[in-house]
């Protein structure tokens, strides 16, 4: 019995290829089963997120089960020729060490991130519960997750944030602690906004208030967000009730003065207030900062903490590769 | 054999402060100071249980009982805020404080080798200072946790973030809050030290340490006012915090 993987991610796919393959959670037993079903292995583990679609497989004569499930991948998908194209495959040890790549975030778009773990839980165990898989997945799977776990453990790859949006919702979490109590005004409907305020909100921001020089766009990224639309001729009103503010309008001039944050203060009874100013050129007019209770974070600051994180997890890779070595090393698994 | 007690707790207090700081220093959370400060607590209430039954009274008879029973006391709401609030590290800042106090109480000669039987003990003296010295206790955990606030305020705002202090120390809004409500427990308590300090007997030699004790109170009294009605930003009610507590122990110079 051999262990194979086929698959495609990221890195070998775009979007457009990848959703083509895409499993839906719901469906993930189901397909399992399925690829028993259809080439005729004895167990298989379908794994399918935004990044990534994989097939686990174990079979007597790996080069049949492989061209096999091939072509019935290439029927769904007549004329294009995605799998020749696109997908990995991988056998024996190659493959083991690829899955506990996969599950402790190395091979993630986001390095190190932990969501992938529970996706690939979420997938063995619907494999598991439609019965496509027996003794050697399930010794693998189960060590990978214990890989996985130890990776974590033992090396920092998953610390501090890697994008913009998260270092701005950990500062926010390090200046009010649980969002819960927390409101957010947007100062520019714009992309970069619209992702930071959707993290603030997933963190449990309590409400959003949403200001753009077009009210209609401000109404529309409201309702997306489930806050309320302000008319920008106003926003200095809401300013005196929110705790953080992001600001990324198109302006070419600074639209929050000290001044402006000088007038609400006695109102807010000088609690803290966190701007978060992601707009080039800056909104923000940096002697804001200076108001003793006001921390301000600019696009730049946060690029550059974002960038240290994503330096120091690039440089645990090489130890998280030696767990990982070191772990398989000691499983003596069937079919690697 | 008292003296053994608090040596004791001041060797806990100094593991629990070098423990914490090691492991701040690391980006760790420090799990075991809550138990180092809970077995230098153990000990402080076996000083304070000996020197109590040696005086017949609450012992608060000389300078050396009054700095372990304010150490005893700061170390008491440790345990009740750091755990409620989840702030562990408040006691890896409280450890230190401890130690210093405790210290002095023993290097300096403060304490009373062959404590006496104080003799006609009265409940409103017993009150007063008791619930001053608990007072103290809460007073001084908010003025550790202005220090908090004003050291994570300074890496917030000078964006430092990456040292391992920074880490751990807990969100401004709960420093903030936790420091506040410190601060209105410790004014709470203070108002009933103060009035059973104008029920006891006193004589004219008392009336330097009432107008400390009373302006000490004021002070406070007028600080929280302020928070309450006009609001205070997070590093002025710190240093208040800070410098109130310090400028406060001068009211046990006139004891």
């Known amino acids: 019995m051999q262990l194979i993987c086929l698959g495609l991610n990221h890195k070998t796919a775009p979007v457009e290829v990848r959703e083509r393959f895409a499993v839906g959670t719901a469906r993930l037993g189901d397909s399992a089963k399925e690829l028993i079903a259809t080439t005729g292995v004895a167990e298989g583990v379908v794994i399918s997120t935004c990044n990534r679609t994989e097939f ?18 290439e029927e769904k998908t007549p004329g294009h020729h995605d799998v020749a194209t696109h997908f990995y495959r991988m056998e024996r040890s190659e493959a083991a060490r690829h899955l506990c790549r996969v599950v402790s975030g190395l091979d993630s778009m986001m390095l190190g991130e932990t969501e992938i773990f529970g996706q690939v839980k979420q997938a063995y165990q619907a494999a598991l519960d439609a019965g496509a898989t027996s003794s050697v997945l399930n010794k693998l799977f189960q060590r990978a997750f214990g890989v996985g776990k130890k990776v974590r453990t033992e090396t920092t790859i998953q610390t501090g944030s890697t994008s913009v949006g998260n270092v701005a919702v950990d500062l926010a979490e390090k200046i009010f602690g649980h969002l819960k109590d927390s409101e957010v005004m947007i100062l520019g409907a714009g992309e970069m ?40 001729d106003a926003w200095q009103d809401v300013l005196a009730r929110v705790d953080i503010v992001i600001s990324s309008t198109g302006a070419p001039h600074a639209i929050v003065r000290r001044e402006d944050v000088e007038k609400i203060r006695r109102a807010r009874k000088y609690r803290p207030l966190f701007f978060i100013d992601i707009a080039v050129p800056r909104d923000i007019d940096p002697a804001v900062g200076e108001i003793e209770e006001v921390y301000l974070y600019d696009i730049d600051t946060l690029e550059q903490l974002a960038e240290e994180a994503r330096a120091k997890r690039q440089k645990q890779i090489e130890e998280c590769e030696r767990i990982i070595d070191a772990e398989l090393a000691k499983l003596n698994l069937p079919g690697t | 054999m008292d003296r053994w007690f608090l040596i004791a707790a001041t060797l806990f207090a100094v593991i629990g402060a070098v423990w914490g700081m090691v492991s701040v220093h ?27 039954q040696a005086r017949a009274a609450c012992p608060l008879a000389d300078h050396g009982e009054i700095l372990v029973f304010l150490s005893w006391s700061l170390t008491l709401f440790y345990l009740l805020v750091g755990s409620a609030y989840r702030i562990s590290l408040l006691g890896v ?73 920074f880490r751990n120390l807990p969100p401004v809004r709960e420093l903030l809050v936790s420091m506040e409500r410190l601060l209105w427990l410790g004014g709470g308590l203070l108002t009933i030290g103060i009035i059973a300090g104008f029920m006891m007997p006193h004589d004219s030699a008392a009336l330097g340490h009432l107008l400390a004790a009373v302006s000490v109170w004021t002070a406070y009294m007028v600080v929280l006012a302020i928070k309450k009605t006009r609001g205070l930003t997070g590093r002025r009610l710190s240093l208040l915090a800070v410098a109130l507590f310090i400028l406060s122990l001068g009211v046990f110079a006139f004891v």
């Open chain 1, 56 to 73: 686990y497989l174990v079979a007597a004569e790996s080069r049949e089960a492989l061209a096999r499930l091939e072509s019935h991948l």
């Open chain 2, 26 to 52: 690391r980006g760790r959370r420090s799990k075991w100071t809550v138990f180092w400060m809970g077995a230098c607590f153990l000990c402080q209430l076996g000083f304070l249980s000996l020197r109590g």
């Open chain 2, 93 to 165: 800042f409280t450890a230190p404080v401890v130690v210093v106090f405790q210290t002095i109480a023993l290097a300096s000669g403060a304490l009373e080798r062959n404590p006496q039987r104080i003799p006609g003990g009265n409940p409103w003296h017993e009150t007063h200072s008791a619930t001053s010295v608990l007072a103290y206790g809460a007073l001084a955990l908010a003025a550790v946790a202005g220090v908090m606030f004003l050291v994570l305020d300074r890496q917030l705002k000078e964006q430092h973030l990456k040292s391992g202090l």
């Open chain 1, 193 to 232: 906004s619209r992702i930071t305020a959707q993290s603030l909100v997933s963190r449990g921001a309590r409400s959003i208030f949403v200001s753009n020089r077009s009210f209609d766009r401000a109404e529309e990224l409201a309702t997306e967000m489930g806050g309320s639309a302000v008319r920008f």
